[in-house]
């Protein structure tokens, strides 16, 4: 009696590490290459057309069985699923994707997270990353530096400025204890009140802001009126129109009644870097904490936050002790110990893109960058303010830009934005200021020309002429 046939065999998959990890890499990213270049040309623009359902349906079309019984092959697998994605994709590379605080990322840092995979160094202990642990204390002390001028400046890799914010908050509410109060900006990001509720702390308290940034008199009053230790959160760099809230004022309050400041600069951070720019952020250096974000004003792929520090001796209430990843006698015979530099336990390499960035462009290359990025938006603004068909809120801090058309109602303009994304044809944000809903361009594509520009303008002209 014949027996049956047992299940189908195919040979193992290769890996991507190792001695022969780039041979077997190389033709898969030939595929993927290729594959990402045919999706965008499919697309053809910043947004797929015909909304959410129609690429739910090209999505579902291309996936068919997401576990088929038999596999199709890496080739077969990354063409279709690559090309569904580019296809699918908000682009950040396209100059009319400006909606949000997500950034096209540079060529080569995506090739250095290309690296960071294939290796897949783990940071919860040096036996798993003995380089990259080191690449990851050199960078975050670099990078202190530049933002504290103090002798043991430090920083901690974040995925981005939501973990960084919680983190700044943990460390306040270890030194402070937990009836820590928070008082924050109404134009904080959302992420500090979530935090202060995450941690068990009082509601944070939530200060008007009446021209899109902290009022150093309310915030007077909120110190005076608040027994008890407390935490003052400042944002350099609004989500809404990229404002920095006046940080020499607001630090000079915190000196006067004795209250920890933290300052949210996911966005401005950078800024720091520029000649250029760098005022806008005076007093940054006297908080206690900062939130600097780099897959925004720094090119990076996702993630990419840091939490800053003026003393390393801040960050020690995050010490934490697991026997298998950093035994006692291990720690004193001279193992980095990595568990106390974050809430995660596995997490990533992302210091390593970080890194390559900055040596391959140097600190003149990123400034032009970070230069480059707010006059284009300046640009825009000057062409919105000429135009009798637009108005503008207020010429950019930062590279934000909000503007609407003249005569367009809020709910007009709600739809303008909802038909431009479904049609594929271009990605604005909105916010509201000054009791009306505004259109929102962030600028973030150093590539972006006048052309473009004007581009957007005359699209813009034409929808709101239907």
Known sequence: MTAPPGPRRTGTPPLAGGATGAEALRPLLDTVLTALHSGAKERGG????????????????????????????????????????????????????????????????????????ALNPSLDSWDQAPAASAIEALLTRALAAEFYDTPHADALVTTGGTEANQLALLLARERHGPSLTVLHGANAHHSVPRAAWLLGLPPAIALPTPTGTLDPAHLAEALAATPGPTLVTATAGTTDAGLIDPLPRIADLCDRYGAD?????????????????????????????????????????VAAGLLVVPDTTLLAPLAHQADYLNA?????????????????????????????????????????????????????????????????????????????????????????????????????????????????????????TARDLDTLITLLEGSTRR
């Open 46 to 117: 910043p947004l797929p057309a015909g909304g959410p359902d129609t690429v739910t349906a090209h999505v579902t079309a291309a996936l068919g069985d997401v576990l088929p019984d038999h596999g199709t092959g890496p080739h077969e697998a990354l063409r279709n699923l690559v090309h569904t994605l580019a296809a699918g994709a908000a682009d950040p590379a396209d100059p009319l994707c400006a909606a949000h605080l997500h950034c096209p990322p540079l060529a080569v840092a995506t090739a250095a997270d290309l690296a960071a995979a």
């Open 328 to 448: 006692t006698d291990d720690t004193e015979a001279g193992l980095p110990d990595l568990l106390g530099r974050s809430l995660r336990t596995t997490r990533r390499p992302d210091a390593l893109k970080i890194a390559t960035t900055l040596r391959a462009l140097g600190r003149d290359g990123l400034v032009h960058l970070i230069d480059r990025t707010c006059e284009l938006a300046h640009q825009l603004a000057e062409r919105i303010d000429a135009h009798p068909g637009f108005e503008l809120h207020a010429p950019p801090t930062i590279s934000t830009v909000l503007f609407r058309p003249t005569h367009a109602t809020d709910e007009g303009l709600a739809t303008l934005r909802r038909t431009l994304l479904h049609e594929g044809r271009a990605v604005l944000g909105r916010t509201h200021a000054d009791g009306r809903l505004w259109l929102k361009a962030t600028l973030l594509n150093p590539h972006t």
């Open 261 to 301: 400041l933290h300052i949210d600069a996911a966005y401005g951070g950078p800024l720091a870097l520029s000649p250029r720019h760098r005022d806008k952020l005076a007093g940054l250096g006297r908080a206690h904490s900062l939130t600097v974000d780099l897959h925004k004003l720094g090119w990076q792929p």
